[in-house]
């Protein structure tokens, strides 16, 4: 299926690796140029020759990569002097660490709800209304199952994106909706990446188990029998910025094999 949006711009953050880099591979794959923000060097060039591999169309899109903290104002000006109109914009960062809420200070707060929900508002804020005045715009944020189902010792991340989940769910049924913008949330279950690789290793030491007893035992909890791919993330994120996907909006889209237990 064409997807309708070779040659428009995305911004993907966290995207040198992972679910971000998941989205740019599908993005730039369907002729969509890619700007990719993350702090690691090394890693974004990597992921630069990968999508510039990818990258399908005529024209070929362009795929640019900028070193950065996107939740800092210095990040973010870095994104928007690599290009300023964006039409898809991919919002992603690291996640909380994990822990128990009674050894977390203010500061560890304040760091939770800046990247994972104050900065994705500021990138939502950047963009919409030029995505608006455009008549198109596609924001689609990467959150957690945790928002639907919250894991204990995820409190930083269950509370600072359920903020952002609410905030979303206002502001996508703003006066943008009738001007061709759509925000989404998108929420991972366990996919295979470098954070989950550090989620299991953490759960070996502790348990006394080696890695991959503690892998076979996550995957048998999750109906599908198995941890997702960032392709297969990757593919629904591009069909979110679809145009087919233009009367879809103020959505939270679990992926997650079956995970969630519940019938709504
Ligand atoms: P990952 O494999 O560790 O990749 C994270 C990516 O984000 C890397 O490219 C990283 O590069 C970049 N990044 C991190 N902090 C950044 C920052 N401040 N500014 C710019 N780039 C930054 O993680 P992932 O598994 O893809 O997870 C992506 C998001 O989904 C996270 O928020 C995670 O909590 C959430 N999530 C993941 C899962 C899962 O199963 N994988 C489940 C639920 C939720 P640098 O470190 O070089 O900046």
Redesign the pocket.
């Known amino acids: 299926m064409d997807l309708g949006i070779a040659g428009r711009t995305a911004l993907v ?9 998941g989205c740019a591979e599908a993005l730039v794959r369907e002729g969509v140029n890619v700007v990719v ?4 060097a090394e ?1 974004l060039q990597a992921a630069a020759a990968r999508l510039e591999a990818a990258a399908a169309g005529s024209p070929r899109p362009f795929v640019k990569t900028v070193a ?4 800092t104002p210095e ?1 973010r000006a870095a994104a928007f002097a690599a290009h300023a109109d964006y039409d898809i914009v991919v919002t ?4 909380p660490p994990p822990g128990d809420f009674r050894d977390w200070d203010r500061e560890a707060w304040i760091k939770a709800v800046d ?2 929900m104050l900065t994705p508002i500021e990138l939502i804020k950047a963009t919409v209304d030029g995505m608006a005045a455009r008549g198109y715009g596609r924001i689609v944020n ?1 959150t ?3 928002v639907k189902a919250p894991i204990d010792i995820l409190g930083l ?1 269950n509370g600072a994106r359920s903020g952002l989940t609410g905030f979303v769910a206002g502001v996508a049924r703003t006066p943008i909706a009738a001007k061709g913008v759509t925000i989404n949330n998108l929420l ?4 295979d ?4 690789k550090g989620t299991m290793a953490g759960a070996a030491k502790k348990s006394g188990l080696d890695v991959d007893t503690v892998r076979a035992n996550r995957q048998k909890g999750i109906p599908a029998g198995r941890f997702g791919n ?1 392709e297969e993330f990757g593919a629904i994120c591009a069909f979110l910025c679809s145009l087919q996907a233009g009367y879809i909006t103020g959505q939270n889209v679990l992926t997650d094999g079956g995970a969630y237990p519940g019938t709504y």
Request: glycine share 24%; with cysteine.
């Open positions: 953050c966290g995207g040198s690796k992972g679910l971000g880099l923000v993350a702090r690691g890693a950065a903290d996107i939740t990040g992603n960062a690291g996640g990247a994972n990467i957690s199952s945790s991340s991972p279950g366990s996919f990446t470098d954070r989950l960032p």
